[in-house]
């Protein structure tokens, strides 16, 4: 799922950690931290589509190198 990508920035590392220790400690359930983990990927890329008006947009022009040897 391409919602997934904004787990391996520090907060979404930090969400997992601290779901990780509350599944240790038996505090919830993994199919919680997982229910938990999918509202994350949601929220960040709704946030983000709303919020970000920025576009980067990248054209490389690389000349046909032959080879002259």
């Given at each position: 799922?391409?919602?997934?990508?904004?787990?391996?920035?520090?907060?979404?590392?930090?969400l997992q950690e601290s779901l990780d220790e509350l599944i240790q400690s038996q505090q919830i359930t993994p199919q919680l931290a997982l229910q938990v983990l999918l509202q994350f990927d949601k929220a960040i890329n709704s946030a983000l589509a709303q919020r970000v008006r920025n576009r980067v947009n990248f054209r490389i022009r690389a000349p046909i190198l032959q080879n002259e040897w």
């Open positions: 799922m391409a919602y997934q990508l904004y787990r391996n920035t520090t907060l979404g590392n930090s």
